[in-house]
Each structure stands twice: as C-alpha cells, then as structure tokens.
C-alpha cells in the first residue's frame, strides 16, 4: 500500500536557523511524484518542492530543499535561514506516476521562534 | 494568472441535506482533483476529473459525485450529509490527467454539518 509518514507532529525552530521535517514514504510503485506543500492557518496549501523518483539530483527551490533519499525512501524538506512566515503545517505528499492523486502524511506543524 | 478559486468559503448544513462545492481551476490547466481535510489530518484524496470524466476516485462512498464542465470548472456533491463529512474541502488543478505533475490547490471551502 502506498504510504506517507510524518513522525514529527510539531517542531520549533529559531529564526534564522535551519530546520530538516521529516518525510518517509512506501511504494511499489517505480516512479512517483514527491510533494511538500506548506498550509498556513488560512488553510490554502501552497505548493513548495517536488522531486521525481527518477531525479539524479536533489530539488531546491529557493530556501527549499528536498534531501531524496531514494533507498531509505525519504524525502525530508530542509528550510534554510527560517522566517517567521514559515509558522505553518507542512504536508509531504506523494503521487504515483507523477500525475493522478496526492496521498498526503498527517503533517508536521512548524513554528518559528523570534 | 488566476489561481483556483472556490465556492463558497464557509457552508453550514443539516444531517441528510445536499450540498454542491464549486471549483474553478487556475487559468490553463485542464484537470480538477478535490479532497477532503478532517481537522487535524493531512487531505484525503476524493476523485479527480479530466476530459469531463471521473478518471480516478478515493475510497470515499457513492453519496460523492462531481462533475466536471467543459470550461474545466468542475463541482463536488456530497448527498444525505452526515456529521463525519464536516471538513475543509480542498480543489486542485493541474494539466494532463493521470500524467500530469505539480497540483494547484484553491482556498477550500470549510463545510459544517449539524
């Protein structure tokens, strides 16, 4: 059965600091899709990475990285110098053949300190 | 660029009601997937609807239908309401179907059942 697990249910960090949330998945399936999206407390989720299982290299976006651990099956998201305005819920998703639906982990709630 | 909208924000209903959400997906893209988010939970995937048809559905009961317009907006009917359907109802689009990537979600409408 495909599967996204999110261990850390809540998670402090200090501004300015780096932050790694964790993301494991399970599959079968050869190729997917990897997904983290934030959702503030307005409740719109915002699309931040995505990285493809047959990607060589590791996806950045900007303060976005995803370390894509393909034989452990991680895909953890490192958010580099964190901000006040990364106080938020972060979902790890993953999508089968990169397309179809999103099965999404139970989130991890991030809050920046000042 | 419009982004996905929704309708309505917030809904109230009764146990055993009807009640039909609105999606419009952002501006070019061609498939509409919905979700539903129970409070605390990482979004559950619904259906999702290409080409005007349902290509993929969740484990979610036949009291959930949708349909999908041929300007792409696409709606959710959810019949004879119970109090477990109470959640927020999230949209999202993307281009090209089951081989699509990257989904777009919209602000959701939070539905309420008495």
Redesign the interface.
């Known amino acids: 059965a495909q599967k996204?697990t999110q261990t850390q249910p809540g998670m402090f960090v200090q501004e300015k600091e780096a932050v790694t949330l964790d993301c494991t998945y399970d599959t079968s399936d050869p190729s997917y899709?990897l997904?983290w999206?934030k959702q503030p407390s307005?409740?719109?989720?915002?699309?931040l990475i995505?990285q493809g299982s047959y990607d060589q290299q590791n996806a950045t976006e900007g303060r976005y990285s995803l370390n894509f651990q393909k034989a452990r099956k991680s895909a953890n998201l490192v958010i580099s110098a964190s901000q006040l305005g990364d106080s938020a819920m972060y979902?790890c998703?993953m999508s089968p053949?990169?397309?179809?639906?999103?099965?999404?982990?139970?989130?991890t709630e991030l809050s920046v300190k000042p | 660029d419009a982004g996905v909208t929704q309708s309505p924000t917030h809904l109230i209903k009764t146990r055993g009601q009807q009640v039909t959400l609105r999606c419009s997906p952002k501006s070019g893209h061609d498939t509409v997937s919905w979700y539903q988010q129970a409070l605390g939970q990482g979004p559950q995937f619904i259906f999702q609807y290409y080409e005007e048809e349902e290509r993929q559905r969740g484990n979610f009961p036949d009291r959930f239908s949708g349909h999908q317009f041929p300007n792409y907006s696409s709606e959710l009917n959810v019949n004879a309401l119970l109090l477990g359907d109470s959640a927020l109802y999230l949209c999202a689009s993307s281009l090209g179907g089951l081989a699509g990537g990257e989904q777009f979600f919209g602000p959701g409408t939070r539905l309420t059942v008495l």
């Open positions: 996204i899709g997904f999206y307005s409740g719109e989720m915002i699309f995505y979902f998703a053949r990169g397309g179809g639906k999103l099965i999404f982990g139970q989130g």
